[in-house]
């Protein structure tokens, strides 16, 4: 069309040099009038018509006038939307224990050794208590003797001979060797180091010889049975992630994933890292193992029937958020931007709050190439 509207100018061009050429100009007022008037006269004359071109050409071929541009769309629907906090964490044990006595000694013998399956109470080990043992004995003596003693003086007490002194001496003594034994009793027992939980050995610290003492661990237990992932999260998230929300947890080395919930919210924050802990309960599997590293997902919040795009389908503009939709114009598609606002993002997805509703037709391929107005087909 274009190249008929270039040939129509150049011809009126070439003959008003021509005519202009053959002529002698009348450089006066009226004469340059009457030019003016004669050129107005032919440019009138070439736009009627190029008019009548355009119509010509638009009837015979008309997408060369309208151009229709090719894209993708898809409908805008509601749907349901969670937003993810991203930290990395690691595996415990909920029951990890350091297994110690309760009296201090030499130990005389280990019974487990790594690896080894305990159950609750089972002896661990043994510490020399022969030093005991013979005090122990030391005092039963003592007792049957007094024993002895205490019943001549209840006798001669009940015959009315001897003194009430000697009969409340004589039951004193009785009372306190009764006690001092089952103190010491107590003691003998303590000898035994038994396993406070089931699990597993995970590791032995001493060995028989050595000397041990409260607090000073003989051997770790493990429980695999009761797992959990310990995760440390900055604390902008401290006013929106709490127990019970949804967790995913990934270990990267085992390429495994799971699903579970929070089972504890720090009430405080570290001081130095601005970090707070939270824990997670984990079914039991037998390929994890304490301390395995973990990426943990942190559902913090949640949308119902919310409006979800694509990320990328989002243009920055002077005028704000640009998403492009397809809207009906009698029978054409006319692409049109709309200016959003956005809520949250979480991997690669975006929340539309305003500027689009249910049901727009949102292009989704070739929205990089169309301008505003411009006709579309998908």
Known sequence: MKKYAYLLITIATLSFIGFSCGQKEDTSIEGKKAQLSKLQSEATEIG???????????ILQPEAEKKVSQVKAMPLTTQDFSHYVEASGRLDA????FVSPQMGGALTRVFVKEGDYVKKGQTIATIDNSILRNSINEVKIQLETAKTIFGRQEALWNQKIGTEIQYIQSKAQVDNLEKRLLTMNAQDAQNTVAAPIAGYVDEVRMKAGEMASPGLGIVRIVNLNDLKVVVNIPDTYAGTIQKGDLVKVKFPDLGKEITA?????????????????????????????PNL????????QARGAALV?????IQRTELGDI?????????????RGRVVTTGLSYNGEIEIL?????????????????????????
């Open 48 to 58: 009627d018509k190029i008019d009548a071109l355009k119509s010509e050409i638009g």
């Open 94 to 97: 909920v029951n990890n224990v």
């Open 261 to 289: 919930k929070l089972s504890f919210v720090s009430q405080t924050v570290n001081q130095v890292s601005r970090t707070f802990t939270a824990e997670a309960k984990v079914p039991y599997d037998k390929q994890l193992k």
């Open 293 to 300: 590293n973990a990426m943990v997902e942190i559902q913090d």
């Open 309 to 313: 795009i694509p990320q990328n389908l």
């Open 323 to 335: 998403v492009y939709v397809a809207e009906t114009d009698g029978e054409n598609q006319v692409a």
């Open 354 to 378: 305003t500027g689009l509703s249910a049901g727009d037709i949102i292009i989704t391929d070739g929205y990089q190439e169309i301008v505003d107005g411009e006709l579309v087909s998908f």
